[in-house]
């Protein structure tokens, strides 16, 4: 299957984004095969810094540092697939400027509520960033479910128990990007976070 088969948008309703960079996994996977669900915050704005465009993608480079952290033994995009571990984008298209708007968010969360359908087997949703937790959060609420992550800092609410669709949501931080090699605090929350859903999914 290839999630981008599936998953389409229609009329690129956002303002704040650019569809150039507009984003799908089309790799072939098995959905049945993925137990961790891995959404950061929107695609980059060159398509080349993708997940899965190679090892030179500057979101590969991080997320393996990420994963790698977490003491995940992997030396390539396809060993973290190997897991059981899909990444995808809350927003689907890379961003024009700093932020992405509420309405930006509602949009695509569409998209990725489609998206996160294709896989039956989830057991942990790792929400990295705000982004990915409104997305997630909006879903739910358009499907009458309660709120999966409640308001607040991220730093106070990591570690909670939370539930999304019957597993597990995890919010944590963005680790796609050049910030990623700054953020040494919020580095070591991350990788905190991909262990506990390593664990979480065996």
């Known amino acids: 299957m290839k999630p981008n088969a599936t998953v389409k948008c229609a009329d690129f309703p956002c303002t704040d984004t650019s569809r150039l960079g507009y984003l799908v996994p089309g790799l072939e996977i098995d959905p049945a095969r993925v137990s961790i669900l891995l ?12 997940y899965y465009a190679g090892a030179d993608a500057l979101f590969a480079q991080t997320t393996l540092l ?3 952290d977490a003491g995940a033994m992997v030396e390539s995009i ?20 700093y932020g992405i708007a509420t309405q930006t968010i509602e949009n695509c969360s569409h998209l990725l509520e489609k998206e996160l359908a294709l896989f039956p087997n989830v057991k ?3 929400l990295m960033g705000d982004v990915a937790i409104k997305a997630v959060n909006m879903i739910a609420k358009r499907n009458h479910a309660p709120r999966v992550i409640p308001a607040g800092s991220t730093y106070k609410i990591r570690g909670g128990e939370f539930t999304f669709r019957g597993a597990h949501a995890l919010p944590s931080y963005v680790q ?7 953020e040494k605090v919020k580095r070591k929350m991350i990788a905190e976070d991909i262990r506990k859903a ?3 999914a065996q």
């Open 198 to 200: 390593l664990v979480l």
């Open 39 to 50: 959404i950061s915050e929107a695609a980059p704005v060159k398509p080349l810094d993708y």
């Open 66 to 68: 990420a994963f790698q």
């Open 78 to 97: 396809q060993d973290i697939l190997d897991l059981g571990v899909y990444l995808t984008t809350a927003v689907k298209c890379g961003k024009t400027g």
């Open 124 to 126: 942990a949703y790792l």
């Open 176 to 182: 796609a990007g050049p910030a990623f090699f700054v």
